[in-house]
């Protein structure tokens, strides 16, 4: 079989490594010039963790991981407000870049990957689909994979404007080689809160720092320029946030968007299928969209190496997935007003919860707090995806 990915993202690099290692033909195609390495953190863990163990990925993973010792609170002063230890209770969580996990998965495909492209248009046939590129060439294929993000083309091709459903909020991310900065923040991720905005620091190797803002906005257009927009909303509320965006990278060096959750009721058409957020954007509040883009992946390699025809193995892969991404939105949704309280009043409560779970055996109820399930999803239907691992 051969498949064109639109999309060399967590997801689309999954299945290309999972599909090419059944036999199948594939060829990535992916918008940005290059590889998309940095971005920001993310914690991984879950059904997203199990499949990355099967493909022989912990290792990798285990160097990779940043080990948070805290999680604190600060004032405007830099002092804690609250904070919490966190001990063994993390050690199946792992924090890592989010370019560190697509570079452990894409260090291991074979399938060519287009840079610089994208999917133009498509147009399907009895057995198959033609895809336009913007490059001007043509592939003939048997399956078309939109595995291109929240903002998807693919999907756009398949079922015209389909509304995100926006969670009221922007975000901002980016990487910032600061050395004395990255050393005052050390082995812990400290952030402030101030009603409607959050700005969060990590310390990583190599003297950086992996920034985080989040700010509660009601419109959903976003800022012609996003750096001037973070100096004008978190410039004045001290902390190392002065200095941070004195060194803010410029439009091209961050990531900037809506936080949005996709809800599609039919995830593939004919010989097109959505994967990743594209079809089941959970957000970052839910903080499981990689895992679930990595799960979803397996699962959709599961179906399609299984007996039967694409259209029956698309309607399964949905079936499975759907449940358990709608579970995840909706734990997303319940998370909005705690990671960026929209009042001093969930401020106070948030430190509390924050209290308690550092009272003895308290993490775990933190650590509870943050995984919702899905962990049944693996399970091999196919005996060819149960051979295609590496242990
Ligand atoms: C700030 C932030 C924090 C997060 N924290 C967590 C976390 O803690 N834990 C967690 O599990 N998840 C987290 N997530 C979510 C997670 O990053 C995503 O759910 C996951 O990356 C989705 O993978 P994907 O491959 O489906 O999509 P993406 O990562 O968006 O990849 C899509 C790929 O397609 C490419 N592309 C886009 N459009 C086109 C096009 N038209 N043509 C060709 N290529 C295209 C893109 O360049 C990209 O390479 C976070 C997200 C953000 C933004």
Aim: proline share 5%; hydrophobic share 45%.
């Amino acid at each position: 079989m051969r498949t064109v990915i639109c999309g060399a993202g967590i997801a689309g690099l999954t299945l290309a490594w999972h599909l090419e290692r059944a036999g199948w033909e594939v060829e990535l195609v992916e918008r940005a010039p290059a590889f998309r390495d940095g971005g920001y953190m993310i914690d991984f863990y879950g059904p997203g963790y199990q499949v990355a163990e099967r493909m022989g990925l912990r290792p990798r993973l285990l160097r990779d991981r940043y080990r948070v010792g805290e999680l604190s609170y600060v004032g405007r002063d830099g002092r804690r407000t609250s904070r919490l230890k966190l001990g063994s209770a993390l050690d199946d969580v792992y924090s890592l870049l989010r370019g560190d996990l697509a570079r452990a998965v894409a260090d291991d495909v074979r399938a060519p990957v287009t840079y610089g492209t994208t999917v133009e248009g498509s147009e399907q046939h009895p057995g198959g689909v033609t895809v336009r590129l913007s490059d001007g060439t043509t592939r003939e294929a048997d399956l078309l994979v939109g595995a291109d993000g929240a903002r998807s083309r693919v999907r756009e091709l398949a079922f015209g404007d389909v509304p995100q459903r926006y969670l009221g909020h922007q975000a901002t991310a980016f990487v910032l080689a600061e050395a004395e900065l990255s050393r005052r923040i050390g082995g812990s991720v400290q952030m402030l809160t101030e009603p409607g905005l959050m700005a969060g620091a990590y310390a990583l190797r190599g003297d950086r720092l992996a920034l985080l803002f989040l700010r509660r906005e009601p419109d959903p257009a976003l800022p012609a320029d996003p750096v001037a927009a973070l100096r004008r909303h978190f410039g004045g509320l001290g902390w190392i946030l002065p200095e941070v965006l004195e060194r803010a990278p410029g439009p091209g060096g961050l990531y900037h968007d809506l936080v949005t959750q996709v809800e599609l009721e039919r995830w593939h058409s004919g010989r097109i299928v959505l994967l990743g957020d594209a079809c089941q954007a959970v957000s970052l509040f839910a903080g499981h969209g990689a895992s679930m883009a990595m799960a979803a992946a397996w699962v959709l390699a599961d179906e399609l190496t299984a007996p039967g025809d694409p259209a029956a193995a698309f309607a399964r892969y949905q079936a499975r997935m759907a449940p358990v991404i709608a579970e995840v939105q909706a734990f997303g949704r319940r998370a909005v007003r705690w990671m960026a309280p929209p009042n001093r009043w969930r401020i106070l409560t948030r430190d509390l919860f924050l209290r308690l779970a550092a009272l003895p055996g308290g993490e775990r109820l933190f650590v509870n707090a943050l995984s919702p399930g899905g962990h049944a999803l693996i399970s091999a239907r196919s005996d060819v995806l149960e051979s295609v691992r590496q242990d």
